[in-house]
């Protein structure tokens, strides 16, 4: 199956600072990629939708200027955590769907662990 | 709109017992639906899907799910859990033809298999 990249797995980082995540498809191309959020022992929660040359998409009650994301390519997405605080430590996952592909199926990365002290 | 109910949020079995995660959708349109498997600190893999044709579909380790339309089910079972089983199971869902649409996910089942 298509594999999907992140990085980094996890991160540390002091409150105040920013951090960015980098999500790849290694062996296709993404035109969208969604970015969702994992809270301990909870669902996946969709934050953005990001698609390719265009600016992404946020659910309602996420901070766009807080998390911004970059879909600068067809290979990469970033998800940039700006300002970080305690509370925005979670599981950060992001998926994506190749070109062409009509099943719906999501191919999704390792995941990155955010850590704000 | 799309939405899915796992109404077990924890399911504890003993080693090689039959275990059923049980998964209910609710949509307007007809829709693909997917089990994912994911493991502590792990992202997600894909456990196996249904998308048309035969409504039963099997994964390579013997997890298997039942598409039944009448009831907008889509229940995961397997006749005998090994103790590698354990782990965080998600039913999502997603409109066909869903281009940009993302999936929507059950808030998940945590299968713990006991020796």
């Known amino acids: 199956g298509a594999v999907v990249s992140q990085h980094p797995s996890r991160v540390i980082c002091k409150s105040g600072t920013s951090v960015k995540i980098e999500c790849r498809s290694l062996?296709?191309?993404?035109?969208?990629m969604f970015w969702y959020r994992q809270f301990p022992k909870q669902s996946l929660m969709l934050m953005a939708t990001s698609n390719e040359g265009s600016k992404a998409t946020y659910e309602q009650g996420v901070e766009k200027d807080k998390f911004l994301i970059n879909h600068a390519s067809l290979t990469l997405s970033t998800l940039t955590v700006t300002s970080a605080h305690p509370e925005d430590s979670s599981f950060y996952i992001c998926?994506?769907?190749?070109?062409?592909?009509?099943?719906?199926?999501?191919?999704f990365g390792e995941g990155s662990r955010l850590t704000v002290l | 709109a799309q939405s899915v109910t796992q109404l077990d949020s924890q399911v504890p079995v003993f080693e090689e017992a039959p275990v059923e995660l049980r998964c209910n959708y609710s949509s307007s349109v007809s829709v693909y639906l997917f089990w994912y498997v994911q493991y502590p600190n792990q992202g997600l893999q894909l456990l196996l899907k249904y998308l048309s044709g035969s409504t039963l579909v099997e994964s390579i380790n013997g997890f298997e799910a039942e598409f039944n339309k009448s009831q907008t089910s889509f229940h995961l079972r397997k006749p005998s859990v090994h103790i590698s089983d354990t782990a965080e199971y998600f039913c999502?869902?997603?409109?066909?033809?869903?281009?940009?649409?993302?999936?929507?996910f059950g808030k998940g089942t945590r299968l713990s298999v006991i020796a």
């Open positions: 998926s994506a769907r190749g070109q062409g592909g009509n099943t719906g199926e999501l191919f």
């Open positions: 999502a869902v997603t409109p066909r033809n869903s281009g940009n649409t993302p999936l929507v």
């Open positions: 062996d296709f191309q993404a035109t969208t």
